[in-house]
Protein backbone atom coordinates (compact mmCIF):
# COMPACT_ATOMS: atom_id res chain seq x y z
CA UNK A 1 0.00 0.00 0.00
CA UNK A 2 1.91 3.62 -0.56
CA UNK A 3 0.19 7.36 -0.30
CA UNK A 4 0.90 9.77 -2.89
CA UNK A 5 0.75 12.66 -0.59
CA UNK A 6 2.84 16.18 -0.27
CA UNK A 7 4.24 16.96 2.84
CA UNK A 8 2.06 20.45 3.30
CA UNK A 9 -1.08 19.29 2.37
CA UNK A 10 -3.48 19.29 5.51
CA UNK A 11 -5.60 16.31 3.91
CA UNK A 12 -2.29 14.40 3.38
CA UNK A 13 -1.87 14.91 7.12
CA UNK A 14 -4.77 14.10 8.06
CA UNK A 15 -4.32 10.48 6.82
CA UNK A 16 -0.99 10.23 7.19
CA UNK A 17 -2.06 10.96 11.24
CA UNK A 18 -4.49 7.99 11.00
CA UNK A 19 -1.92 5.66 9.80
CA UNK A 20 0.37 6.66 12.41
CA UNK A 21 -2.36 6.26 14.66
CA UNK A 22 -3.11 2.81 13.81
CA UNK A 23 -0.24 1.27 13.35
CA UNK A 24 -1.01 0.70 9.61
CA UNK A 25 2.63 0.84 7.76
CA UNK A 26 2.22 2.05 4.41
CA UNK A 27 4.70 3.12 1.96
CA UNK A 28 5.05 7.61 1.03
CA UNK A 29 5.26 8.89 -1.73
CA UNK A 30 5.80 12.23 -2.04
CA UNK A 31 4.35 14.13 -5.24
CA UNK A 32 3.47 18.15 -5.47
CA UNK A 33 0.43 17.74 -8.23
CA UNK A 34 1.47 21.42 -8.80
CA UNK A 35 4.41 20.02 -10.60
CA UNK A 36 4.75 19.60 -14.15
CA UNK A 37 6.09 15.98 -13.62
CA UNK A 38 3.24 14.92 -11.05
CA UNK A 39 1.98 11.70 -11.36
CA UNK A 40 -0.92 12.26 -9.30
CA UNK A 41 -3.65 12.55 -12.37
CA UNK A 42 -2.63 8.75 -13.23
CA UNK A 43 -4.52 7.30 -9.73
CA UNK A 44 -6.69 10.16 -9.39
CA UNK A 45 -8.47 12.24 -12.43
CA UNK A 46 -8.61 15.30 -9.92
CA UNK A 47 -5.18 15.40 -9.85
CA UNK A 48 -5.34 15.77 -6.13
CA UNK A 49 -3.50 14.54 -3.35
CA UNK A 50 -3.76 12.43 -1.09
CA UNK A 51 -4.82 9.04 -2.89
CA UNK A 52 -3.99 5.73 -0.69
CA UNK A 53 -2.65 3.23 -3.81
CA UNK A 54 -4.30 -0.21 -2.45
CA UNK A 55 -1.73 -3.49 -3.13
CA UNK A 56 -4.19 -4.39 -5.79
CA UNK A 57 -3.33 -0.88 -7.57
CA UNK A 58 -7.05 -0.16 -6.54
CA UNK A 59 -6.97 4.40 -5.75
CA UNK A 60 -8.54 5.46 -3.22
CA UNK A 61 -9.96 9.41 -2.60
CA UNK A 62 -10.20 11.70 -0.83
CA UNK A 63 -8.91 11.81 2.61
CA UNK A 64 -12.19 11.59 4.28
CA UNK A 65 -12.94 7.86 2.18
CA UNK A 66 -9.69 7.07 3.00
CA UNK A 67 -10.20 7.64 6.63
CA UNK A 68 -12.53 5.37 6.93
CA UNK A 69 -11.31 2.79 4.79
CA UNK A 70 -8.11 2.75 6.74
CA UNK A 71 -10.82 2.65 9.71
CA UNK A 72 -12.04 -0.34 9.12
CA UNK A 73 -8.95 -1.90 7.75
CA UNK A 74 -7.35 -2.19 11.21
CA UNK A 75 -9.30 -2.50 14.77
CA UNK A 76 -6.35 -0.70 16.08
CA UNK A 77 -7.33 2.67 17.93
CA UNK A 78 -10.60 3.54 15.78
CA UNK A 79 -10.56 7.13 14.91
CA UNK A 80 -14.02 6.79 13.99
CA UNK A 81 -17.03 6.30 16.88
CA UNK A 82 -18.79 2.97 16.05
CA UNK A 83 -22.25 4.37 17.14
CA UNK A 84 -24.32 6.56 14.35
CA UNK A 85 -24.58 9.51 16.13
CA UNK A 86 -21.16 9.70 17.39
CA UNK A 87 -19.78 8.94 13.96
CA UNK A 88 -22.42 11.67 12.42
CA UNK A 89 -21.10 14.13 15.32
CA UNK A 90 -17.17 13.39 13.71
CA UNK A 91 -17.74 13.82 10.29
CA UNK A 92 -19.40 17.04 10.54
CA UNK A 93 -16.12 18.23 12.70
CA UNK A 94 -14.23 17.03 9.73
CA UNK A 95 -16.04 18.86 7.07
CA UNK A 96 -15.80 22.19 9.32
CA UNK A 97 -12.47 21.44 9.38
CA UNK A 98 -11.72 20.57 5.89
CA UNK A 99 -13.56 23.15 4.69
CA UNK A 100 -11.46 25.73 6.89
CA UNK A 101 -8.42 24.46 4.92
CA UNK A 102 -10.25 24.82 1.45
CA UNK A 103 -10.97 28.28 2.14
CA UNK A 104 -7.19 29.17 3.35
CA UNK A 105 -5.69 26.91 0.32
CA UNK A 106 -7.90 28.98 -2.10
CA UNK A 107 -6.94 32.12 -0.39
CA UNK A 108 -3.11 30.86 -0.78
CA UNK A 109 -3.77 29.93 -4.45
CA UNK A 110 -5.37 33.45 -5.32
CA UNK A 111 -2.87 35.29 -3.83
CA UNK A 112 -0.02 33.27 -6.11
CA UNK A 113 -1.97 34.87 -9.52
CA UNK A 114 -0.23 37.76 -10.44
CA UNK A 115 -1.84 40.59 -8.52
CA UNK A 116 -3.39 42.65 -11.09
CA UNK A 117 -5.94 39.04 -11.67
CA UNK A 118 -6.23 38.85 -7.72
CA UNK A 119 -10.07 39.28 -6.17
CA UNK A 120 -10.08 40.99 -3.05
CA UNK A 121 -13.58 39.90 -2.74
CA UNK A 122 -12.75 36.27 -3.70
CA UNK A 123 -10.29 36.65 -0.76
CA UNK A 124 -12.25 37.95 1.36
CA UNK A 125 -15.11 35.77 1.05
CA UNK A 126 -12.48 32.63 1.87
CA UNK A 127 -11.48 35.09 4.93
CA UNK A 128 -15.07 34.89 6.63
CA UNK A 129 -15.41 31.20 6.00
CA UNK A 130 -12.37 30.76 8.04
CA UNK A 131 -13.33 33.24 10.54
CA UNK A 132 -16.57 31.80 10.89
CA UNK A 133 -15.22 28.22 10.99
CA UNK A 134 -12.67 29.09 13.76
CA UNK A 135 -15.74 30.55 15.77
CA UNK A 136 -17.97 27.55 15.47
CA UNK A 137 -14.98 25.49 16.14
CA UNK A 138 -14.08 27.33 19.48
CA UNK A 139 -18.19 27.25 20.37
CA UNK A 140 -18.23 23.62 19.97
CA UNK A 141 -15.24 22.55 21.72
CA UNK A 142 -16.33 24.70 24.49
CA UNK A 143 -14.44 23.65 27.89
CA UNK A 144 -14.19 20.11 26.40
CA UNK A 145 -11.00 18.34 26.37
CA UNK A 146 -12.02 16.12 22.68
CA UNK A 147 -14.48 17.85 19.75
CA UNK A 148 -16.71 14.27 20.45
CA UNK A 149 -17.75 12.02 23.48
CA UNK A 150 -14.45 12.93 25.63
CA UNK A 151 -12.08 10.54 23.02
CA UNK A 152 -9.90 11.36 20.62
CA UNK A 153 -11.28 10.65 17.11
CA UNK A 154 -11.10 11.56 13.71
CA UNK A 155 -12.19 15.02 14.59
CA UNK A 156 -9.49 15.91 17.08
CA UNK A 157 -7.27 15.15 14.10
CA UNK A 158 -9.07 16.88 10.85
CA UNK A 159 -9.25 19.65 13.45
CA UNK A 160 -5.66 19.58 14.45
CA UNK A 161 -4.69 20.00 11.00
CA UNK A 162 -6.50 22.54 9.73
CA UNK A 163 -5.12 24.67 12.75
CA UNK A 164 -1.67 23.44 11.40
CA UNK A 165 -2.24 24.25 7.42
CA UNK A 166 -3.15 27.94 9.41
CA UNK A 167 -0.19 28.25 11.06
CA UNK A 168 2.02 27.49 7.90
CA UNK A 169 0.01 29.47 5.72
CA UNK A 170 -1.28 32.38 7.83
CA UNK A 171 0.76 32.54 10.65
CA UNK A 172 -0.81 36.26 10.92
CA UNK A 173 -4.63 34.69 12.45
CA UNK A 174 -3.84 34.62 15.75
CA UNK A 175 -6.63 32.19 16.45
CA UNK A 176 -4.74 31.25 19.52
CA UNK A 177 -5.37 34.45 21.39
CA UNK A 178 -8.83 34.77 20.15
CA UNK A 179 -9.60 31.49 21.07
CA UNK A 180 -7.46 29.83 24.07
CA UNK A 181 -9.34 26.52 23.82
CA UNK A 182 -8.70 25.56 20.20
CA UNK A 183 -5.22 26.38 21.03
CA UNK A 184 -5.10 24.11 24.15
CA UNK A 185 -6.48 21.33 21.75
CA UNK A 186 -3.61 22.00 19.92
CA UNK A 187 -1.05 21.43 22.58
CA UNK A 188 -2.99 18.71 23.58
CA UNK A 189 -2.72 16.58 20.12
CA UNK A 190 1.13 18.29 19.70
CA UNK A 191 1.82 15.73 22.05
CA UNK A 192 1.05 13.07 20.33
CA UNK A 193 3.80 11.32 18.02
CA UNK A 194 1.40 11.08 15.43
CA UNK A 195 1.19 14.63 15.41
CA UNK A 196 4.43 15.93 16.11
CA UNK A 197 6.16 13.70 13.54
CA UNK A 198 3.94 15.17 10.59
CA UNK A 199 4.37 18.69 11.51
CA UNK A 200 4.51 20.29 8.16
CA UNK A 201 7.77 21.27 6.93
CA UNK A 202 8.01 25.32 6.61
CA UNK A 203 9.55 25.37 3.19
N1 LIG B 1 -11.33 17.08 -0.51
C1 LIG B 1 -10.00 16.65 -0.87
C2 LIG B 1 -9.10 17.88 -1.04
C3 LIG B 1 -7.74 17.49 -1.59
C4 LIG B 1 -6.97 18.72 -2.09
O1 LIG B 1 -7.53 19.76 -2.43
N2 LIG B 1 -5.64 18.55 -2.16
C5 LIG B 1 -4.80 19.62 -2.69
C6 LIG B 1 -3.47 19.65 -1.96
S1 LIG B 1 -3.64 20.34 -0.37
C7 LIG B 1 -4.50 19.31 -4.14
O2 LIG B 1 -4.12 18.20 -4.44
N3 LIG B 1 -4.64 20.28 -5.04
C8 LIG B 1 -4.32 20.13 -6.42
C9 LIG B 1 -5.40 20.63 -7.33
O3 LIG B 1 -6.45 21.09 -6.83
O4 LIG B 1 -5.21 20.54 -8.55
C10 LIG B 1 -9.45 15.69 0.19
O5 LIG B 1 -9.96 15.75 1.32
O6 LIG B 1 -8.59 14.86 -0.10
Redesign the pocket.
Given at each position: MKLIA?L?????R??RIVLAEKHIECDLQVDI??NEDTH?PDY?P?????VLVLDDGTAV??????AEYLDHASPVHNVLPKDARGRIAARRWEALA?GI??AA?TIF?ERKRPEAQQSPDWIARQQLKIERGLATASRDLADRVWCVADAYTLADIALGCALGYLDLRFPSIAWRDSYPNLAGLMQRLNERPAFADSTPPKA
Open positions: STSPYAKVPWVNLGKIPYDSRVIDCDAL
